[in-house]
């Protein structure tokens, strides 16, 4: 399925850090994942307060959902990052941790970061959605 994903960076739009404005995908199979919240497999809140802990659990998390359909970060092909700040190098440093780990290549795609105000648990700083073409 790699050879099936296309990603591009027209030379008239600004250089990125490392993902891609357009990611093309020829006809397949998707998987669209719910948020991944940093909670553990009990529904119980991972990393109170810590931004480092919760993107961990996330990253985790996202892995285990990928795994599920037969996926890997690889056939990631959209993703959208939320995390509950407005200052831009606490959305520097989720998104450096994001691409610095296991989950990484999912992050050389179509990507948006967003800064919110809130999410859905309490206490939740980060959340990673992700659209997946899968492999076949």
Same mark, same amino acid.
């Given at each position: 399925? &790699?050879?099936?994903? /296309?990603?591009?960076?027209?030379? $008239?739009?600004? #250089?990125?850090?490392?993902?891609?404005?357009?990611?093309? !995908?020829?006809?397949?199979?998707? #998987?669209?994942?719910?948020? *991944?919240?940093?909670?553990?497999?009990?529904?119980?809140? !991972?990393?109170?307060?810590?931004?480092? &802990? *919760?993107? =961990? $659990?996330? +990253?985790?998390?996202?892995?285990? &959902?990928? #795994?599920?359909?037969?996926?890997?970060?690889?056939?990631?092909?959209?993703?959208?990052?939320?995390? @509950?700040?407005?200052? @831009?190098?606490?959305?520097?440093?989720?998104?450096? @941790?994001?691409?610095?780990? #296991?989950?990484?290549?999912?992050?050389?795609?179509?990507?948006?970061?967003?800064?919110?105000? *809130?999410?859905?648990?309490?206490? *939740?700083?980060?959340? !990673? =959605?992700? /659209? +997946?073409?899968?492999? =076949?």
């Amino acid at each position: 399925m &790699a050879e099936r994903i /296309t990603r591009i960076n027209p030379e $008239q739009l600004h #250089a990125t850090p490392g993902y891609h404005h357009i990611t093309v !995908v020829e006809a397949g199979r998707t #998987a669209h994942l719910a948020g *991944q919240c940093p909670l553990d497999r009990h529904g119980d809140l !991972v990393g109170p307060g810590s931004l480092d &802990a *919760q993107v =961990d $659990q996330v +990253v985790t998390n996202a892995l285990t &959902a990928l #795994a599920a359909v037969g996926a890997g970060p690889e056939h990631v092909v959209r993703s959208v990052i939320y995390v @509950r700040s407005g200052e @831009r190098d606490v959305l520097g440093a989720v998104w450096r @941790r994001l691409t610095e780990s #296991a989950l990484g290549p999912a992050f050389t795609t179509a990507s948006t970061l967003l800064g919110v105000t *809130q999410l859905g648990f309490s206490g *939740q700083l980060v959340e !990673v =959605d992700l /659209t +997946v073409a899968l492999p =076949d």
